[in-house]
Antibody, heavy 115, light 107 residues
Framework: EVQLAVSGGGLAQPGGSLRLSCAAS????????MSWVRQAPGKGLEWVAN????????YYADSVKGRFTVSRDNAKTSVYLQMDSLRVEDTAVYYC????????WGQGALVTVSS | DIQLTQSPSFLSASVGDRVTITCRAS??????LAWYQQKPGQGPTLLIS???TLESGVPSRFSGGGYGTEFTLTITGLQPEDVASYYC?????????FGGGTKVEIK
């Protein structure tokens, strides 16, 4: 069964950092782009970042560029989102998804940025 | 950046109705458009890719169409389990973007 398990969410202060992890199983992880998408409370979906199969190409939304870093470890079949200089407006449920088309989604992790 | 405008933002219809959601792109995106369904309290799921390709397991009452700048998602015969928010998503170029969403309710 294809699964994506997100961990690492929680509470952070403005200006702080958090790291999300997404552990993949049930498919050939090395063959897929991976995506991060977020959803602020009561709002719509917002694409955050993508990373290619080798981890050499990274793409970011303007809202997180320079603050967030996506990476992956193909040996551990995991993708990560390092979030630095967090802002209140980064509060959201963060999903990881398989492929740039996001054809499989993880369960989401809540990140709350508040003082 | 390519903007996606969905309409309507809210839709209330009766069981069995045919409902259509429109997604307009600010510039041509060929067929690089996907549709997602998000039921209350759940994560999104992919319904349609490449504008009109139904994903495996998705009921045939869902259909997608369009090309370039105007796209539609149609539910032919609305069912109670279709209560959800629906989002379009363009993958023509970075930054990829989502539409604002359409919330579908049963009247």
């Amino acid at each position: 069964e294809v699964q994506l398990a997100v961990s690492g969410g929680g509470l952070a202060q403005p200006g702080g950092s958090l790291r999300l992890s997404c552990a993949a199983s049930g498919f050939n992880f090395n063959s897929y782009y991976m995506s991060w998408v977020r959803q602020a409370p009561g709002k719509g979906l917002e694409w955050v970042a993508n990373i290619d199969q080798d981890g050499r190409k990274e793409y970011y939304a303007d809202s997180v560029k320079g603050r967030f870093t996506v990476s992956r470890d193909n040996a551990k079949t995991s993708v990560y989102l390092q979030m630095d200089s967090l802002r209140v407006e980064d509060t959201a449920v963060y999903y990881c998804a398989r492929s740039s088309i996001a054809n499989v989604w993880g369960q989401g992790a809540l990140v709350t940025v508040s003082s | 950046d390519i903007q996606l405008t969905q309409s309507p933002s809210f839709l209330s219809a009766s069981v069995g109705d045919r409902v259509t959601i429109t997604c307009r792109a600010s510039q041509g995106i060929d067929y690089y458009l996907a549709w997602y369904q998000q039921k209350p309290g759940q994560g999104p799921t992919l319904l349609i890719s490449a504008a009109s390709t139904l994903e495996s397991g998705v009921p045939s009452r869902f259909s997608g169409g369009g090309y370039g700048t105007e796209f539609t998602l149609t539910i032919t015969g609305l069912q109670p389990e279709d209560v959800a928010s629906y989002y379009c998503h363009q993958l023509k170029g970075y930054p990829v973007t989502f539409g604002g969403g359409t919330k579908v309710e049963i009247k």
